[in-house]
């Protein structure tokens, strides 16, 4: 499978949100780094169980466009939870094998990243936070 036929498959998978047909598309030392807690998740399993949590807290996730430079990956998608409608980029890179070794996600506009991450940050050993205006802070 070339590296371009993995990472169409895995992106498939996500947007139907079938974990187990992305897992096959991962090496076993993959890192997710993601907006939800600020360490990184490690390992194919654990990277599994991160996208399988998403996926059941959100409505959709939509992938949108694949833009391919060497080993390098950005996927745009999009995500919605309720009223809270997502842009999202994965910046994602391939080993040799042509499997994902890593993953760093970034997610717009903040107040929907927050709704989100209060969501699922908890179900992942993650503390929920909120979005306060600063003249609100204490």
């Not at 590296?3 to 498939?12: G, Q, S, V």
């Not at 897992?23 to 939800?36: E, F, T």
């Not at 890179?93 to 991450?117: E, F, I």
């Amino acid at each position: 499978m070339t590296t371009a036929e993995h990472l169409d498959a895995y992106l498939k998978a996500m947007g139907n949100r079938d974990v187990e047909g992305t897992k096959v598309h991962m090496a076993d030392n993959v890192v997710l780094r993601s907006p939800i807690v600020p360490a990184p998740f490690v390992g194919k399993e654990r990277v599994a169980d991160v996208l399988t949590q998403l996926l059941a807290t959100v409505d959709a996730f939509e992938p949108k466009l694949l833009l391919r430079d060497g080993a390098d990956f950005v996927a745009v998608f999009t995500i919605r939870l309720g009223d809270h409608v997502i842009d999202g980029m994965d910046h994602m890179h391939l080993n040799d094998a042509g499997l994902v070794d890593s993953m760093t996600v970034a997610w717009r506009p903040l107040p929907s990243v927050v709704a989100v991450q209060q969501k699922l940050a908890p179900k992942l050993g993650g503390k929920a936070m909120m979005l306060v205006p600063a003249d609100q802070s204490a």
